[in-house]
T-cell receptor, first 111, second 114 residues
Framework: TQLLEQSPQFLSIQEGENLTVYCNSSSVFSSLQWYRQEPGEGPVLLVTVVTGGEVKKLKRLTFQFGDARKDSSLHITAAQPGDTGLYLCAGESGGSYIPTFGRGTSLIVHP | NAGVTQTPKFRVLKTGQSMTLLCAQDMNHEYMYWYRQDPGMGLRLIHYSVGEGTTAKGEVPDGYNVSRLKKQNFLLGLESAAPSQTSVYFC?????????????FGPGTRLTVL
């Protein structure tokens, strides 16, 4: 059973479109992280959200942590080809201090 | 400052062969992790270490062993490789176990077992 469910699994859009990807769980997380992984490379941290209801913005990317700290979303405005990659959410639940990763959303932005 | 490095980058093994993957970090991090990444499966934790001389099992530890003899190095061993171990392996490190702490990942090792 996957602790963190990400949707959609795949997304193929044109440059300039907006999109939202989701990370959901039935468990409460002390914090959630979003990573982006480009082909042939390791994941790189984009943001960490720690407070229920928190919204963080990183240029065209907006991250939100659900009020109950069970879900998170990533919204990209006016997507660009450079946004192409695998978006992974990760979180820790239950005091183990070991993060669990979702399966990721693979995004392709066509010029 | 190289961050997290992994060797080798690519490797092809025959079933039953053994090999060791090396991970090194120069950030003085206490915590180190080995993950495997398979298509559609995200990152799954194999083993991790909370400090020099300590190791612990993750989600998918069977068929792998690890050692952390020096703080900066974390080795992943495959004693008898199987085709099911064909995957991309990532090493990561972090300063603390706090879930809000960033994990720094290496570039990965692509392993094929024939």
């Amino acid at each position: 059973t996957q602790l963190l469910e990400q949707s959609p699994q795949f997304l193929s859009i044109q440059e300039g479109e907006n999109l939202t990807v989701y990370c959901n769980s039935s468990s409460v997380f002390s914090s959630l992280q979003w990573y982006r992984q480009e082909p042939g490379e390791g994941p790189v941290l984009l943001v960490t959200v720690v407070t229920g209801g928190e919204v963080k913005k990183l240029k065209r990317l907006t991250f939100q942590f659900g009020d109950a700290r069970k879900d998170s979303s990533l919204h990209i405005t006016a997507a660009q080809p450079g946004d192409t990659g695998l978006y992974l959410c990760a979180g820790e639940s239950g005091g183990s201090y070991i993060p669990t990763f979702g399966r990721g959303t693979s995004l392709i932005v066509h010029p | 400052n190289a961050g997290v490095t992994q060797t080798p980058k690519f490797r092809v093994l025959k079933t039953g062969q053994s090999m060791t993957l090396l991970c090194a970090q120069d950030m003085n991090h206490e915590y180190m992790y080995w993950y495997r990444q398979d298509p559609g499966m995200g990152l799954r934790l194999i083993h991790y270490s909370v400090g020099e001389g300590t190791t612990a099992k993750g989600e998918v530890p069977d068929g792998y062993n690890v050692s952390r003899l020096k703080k900066q190095n974390f080795l992943l061993g495959l004693e008898s490789a199987a085709p099911s171990q064909t995957s991309v392996y990532f090493c990561a490190s972090s300063y603390s176990p706090l879930t809000s702490d960033e994990q720094f990942f290496g570039p990965g090792t692509r392993l094929t077992v024939l």
